[in-house]
C-alpha cells in the first residue's frame, strides 16, 4: 500500500505533466487550423460516446506534415539546425580539448579550483551569458573597438546577428558540457601508459594520438552529445545573437506559436524536432551504457 | 616527469580568458556612467540605482524567488519519491516507462515542453499564471532532482535502513532518521539545481505564464531584445555576484564537512 503511494505519485504527476502533454501535441499536429477558441480543430466530443471519438479520428490527417515538407522555409531550417549543431559541436570540441586536457595534466592541487572555475559559468544565467556577448559583438562593441584600436580594421565587422555570433554563443554558452565529461575521461587516464609509449619510441604527438585520444574516446562522444543534443532546438542563441538569415527550428516553432499562431503547424515542427532528436538520444545513451559496462 | 608544459599553460589560459571575459566585461560596464554601453564615461552606480526604482524589474524579481522557491522544494520532494523508486522499489508494472519520462525531459528541447505544457493548460483550461508556471517548472526539475539524488542513493548502503527497521523503526522513521541524512547532500544540491533551472528559465515560463506572472528572465528577454542596457548588466552583475558567492561558499563547506569526515574516519579508526 505505501509502495504503490510512492510510486503513484511522481508516476501519475508525469503522466499529466510529461506524457499527455506530449500526446496533445501529437494531436494537434494532426488537427487543421480554426478560428476559434481553442484554435484548431477537430474537438474531442465525447458526449456522443464511441461515435463522438470515430468522428474526431475521422478528421485527423497529416496535412500539417505535409504542408512542412512543401514550404522550403520548414525543411532549410532543419537542414540549417543540423549543420549548426554539427560546426558548432565541432569547434566546441576544438576549444574545449586542449581546456580539459591541461586541468587533467594540472597540479593535483589546482584541479578542484580549475574545476569550480569551469563549472561556476554553468550556475550563472544562460541568458545572462548569452546577452554578455551582444555587448562584445555588436558594431560599436568592446571586440569592434579593440580591433579598430589595433589599426586591424577601418571600419567595424558586422558579427552580432550573424551566424558566427550564434557559434560563438553556443561555444561560449556549452562549453562546459564538453570539458566536464573529456576531463573526466582524461583524469582517469594512467600517465604510465604515455611513459611506457614514449619509452617505446613513440613521439610526444603520436603517443597523444594513439594513446590519449583512443583513452578519452567515450568523454569526447558524450561531451560532443551533451552539446548538439540541447544546440539543435536552441532558441535563445539563435534570437539574441543571430540575424533574420539564421534560421534554426527552436526559433520557428516559437515564431510559428507566437507570431503566427498557427498551433497545428507550430506542434508538427516539435513533433519533426523531436523524431530527428531520437538518433543522437539514443546513441548517447548507448555511449553512456557502454562506459558503465567498462567501468564495471 | 613533468606533463605539465607551456602547452597547457597556455590552453588553460585562454580557455579561462574565454570563460570569463565576458563576464568581466559585462560587470565592468554595469558600472559605466553614460546610458551608451560601449562608450565609457567614467565610474559610476547609478544604473544600480535606476534598477532598484524599476518596479517592472522588482515585480519580476519578486515573482521568479516565488517560482524558484515553491517548484524547487515541490521538485525535491517529486524527485527524491521518484529516486527511491528508480532504485529500491524493485520491479513494477510501467517501470521502463516510469524512467523514460524521467529521462526524456532532460534531453527535450524546452521549446516542446513548453508549447506541450502550454497546450495541456489550455486544454483543461487552466488560468494561466504563477501557478502553471511552477507547475511546469516543477516538472522538468523534478527529473534533474531524481537524477542527482538517485546516483547518491544508488551507492547507499540499504541495510543501514533495514537494520532500522528491524529495531522497530517505522518505515517513514527510518528514511527520516537514517537515509534521509546520509542522502542529504544530494537532495540539497537537487535543490539547489532545481532552484536555479527554476530561476534560470526564458523559454518554459514564456510559454506557461500569463498576464501578471512575468518572471525576470521573461523581462531581460524582452528588454535585452531591444539592444544592450545599463540596467540589465547592472542586474546581471548582481546574479553573477549571489551565484559567485553561492558556488564558492557551497565548495568551501564542502571541502570541510569531507576533511571533518576524514577526521572522524580516523579517530573512529583509532579507538577500535
Not at chain 1, 549548426?84 to 595534466?105: D, E, H, K, Q
Not at chain 2, 522499489?89 to 502550454?118: D, H, N, Q, W
Request: net charge neutral.
Amino acid at each position: 500500500m505505501r509502495r504503490a503511494v510512492l510510486i503513484g505519485i511522481p508516476y501519475l504527476w508525469l503522466v499529466a505533466l510529461f506524457l499527455v502533454p506530449f500526446l496533445i501535441v501529437l494531436k494537434i499536429s494532426l488537427s487543421d487550423i480554426a478560428l476559434a477558441r481553442p484554435p484548431y480543430m477537430p474537438q474531442l466530443d465525447l458526449s456522443e460516446g464511441l461515435s463522438g471519438l470515430f468522428a474526431f479520428l475521422a478528421e485527423l490527417d497529416f496535412e500539417n506534415f505535409v504542408f512542412l515538407t512543401q514550404d522550403s522555409l520548414y525543411w532549410k531550417a532543419y537542414l540549417s539546425s543540423l549543420q549548426i549543431a554539427f560546426t558548432a559541436t565541432f569547434i566546441t570540441l576544438l576549444v574545449g580539448y586542449p581546456i580539459a586536457y591541461g586541468m587533467a595534466r594540472a597540479a593535483q592541487e589546482w584541479r578542484p579550483t580549475l574545476l569550480m572555475l569551469v563549472i561556476l559559468p554553468f550556475w550563472t544565467s544562460f541568458l545572462i551569458r548569452v546577452y554578455s556577448w551582444m555587448g562584445i559583438l555588436s558594431n560599436e562593441g568592446v571586440l569592434n573597438q579593440l580591433l579598430s584600436w589595433l589599426g586591424v580594421i577601418d571600419a567595424p565587422l558586422q558579427i552580432l546577428n550573424t551566424n558566427t555570433a550564434v557559434y560563438i554563443g553556443i561555444v561560449y554558452t556549452y562549453l562546459p558540457f564538453m570539458i566536464l565529461p573529456i576531463y573526466s575521461a582524461l583524469e582517469k587516464m594512467d600517465e604510465s601508459l604515455l611513459e611506457a609509449a614514449e619509452d617505446l619510441g613513440c613521439s610526444r604527438l603520436s603517443a597523444f594520438w594513439l594513446v590519449t585520444l583512443p583513452l578519452s574516446k567515450s568523454g569526447v562522444i558524450a561531451g560532443c552529445f551533451l552539446v548538439f543534443i540541447p544546440t539543435l532546438g536552441e532558441f535563445v542563441i539563435p534570437s539574441l545573437l543571430g540575424g533574420s538569415q539564421t534560421l534554426m527550428i527552436g526559433k520557428i516553432l516559437w515564431e510559428e506559436f507566437f507570431s503566427n499562431r498557427d498551433w497545428p503547424v507550430a506542434s508538427a515542427v516539435a513533433v519533426i524536432l523531436l523524431l530527428i532528436l531520437i538518433i543522437p538520444i539514443i546513441l548517447f545513451q548507448r555511449n553512456e551504457q557502454k562506459q558503465r559496462e567498462a567501468e564495471g | 616527469m613533468k606533463r605539465f608544459s607551456w602547452f597547457n599553460a597556455t590552453s588553460l589560459t585562454l580557455g579561462f580568458a574565454f570563460l570569463y571575459m565576458p563576464m568581466i566585461i559585462l560587470v565592468i560596464y554595469s558600472f559605466n556612467e553614460s546610458r551608451l554601453v560601449t562608450v565609457w564615461a567614467g565610474f559610476s552606480t547609478k544604473w544600480y540605482g535606476e534598477l532598484f526604482r524599476n518596479a517592472e524589474f522588482l515585480d519580476a524579481a519578486w515573482v521568479t524567488v516565488q517560482v524558484a522557491v515553491l517548484s524547487s522544494t515541490f521538485a525535491t520532494v517529486l524527485g527524491t519519491m521518484a529516486a527511491h523508486v528508480l532504485v529500491n522499489a524493485g520491479r513494477f508494472k510501467g517501470r521502463t516507462l516510469f524512467s523514460g519520462m524521467i529521462y526524456a525531459p532532460l534531453v527535450m528541447p524546452e521549446v516542446i515542453t513548453g508549447l506541450s505544457l502550454l497546450l495541456l493548460f489550455i486544454g483543461i483550461g487552466l488560468e494561466r499564471g504563477i501557478f502553471t508556471v511552477v507547475l511546469a517548472h516543477t516538472t522538468f526539475a523534478m527529473c534533474y532532482v531524481s537524477v542527482v539524488v538517485s546516483s547518491r542513493l544508488v551507492s547507499f548502503d540499504r541495510s543501514l535502513e533495514e537494520a532500522a527497521l528491524d529495531l522497530g523503526a517505522t518505515p517513514w522513521e527510518a528514511f527520516r532518521l537514517v537515509t534521509l541524512p546520509i542522502i542529504a547532500p544530494a537532495v540539497i544540491s537537487g535543490w539547489l539545481l532545481a532552484f536555479t533551472l527554476s530561476l534560470d528559465d526564458l523559454v518554459i515560463a514564456s510559454f506557461t505564464t500569463g498576464p501578471g506572472a512575468t518572471t525576470l528572465p521573461i523581462k531581460v528577454f524582452s528588454a535585452v531584445r531591444l539592444g544592450v542596457s545599463p540596467e540589465i548588466n547592472a542586474l546581471s552583475t548582481i546574479m553573477i555576484a549571489i551565484v559567485t558567492v553561492g558556488v564558492v561558499t557551497a565548495s568551501l563547506i564542502s571541502k570541510r564537512t569531507a576533511v571533518a569526515r576524514a577526521r572522524e574516519e580516523q579517530a573512529a579508526v583509532r579507538s577500535e
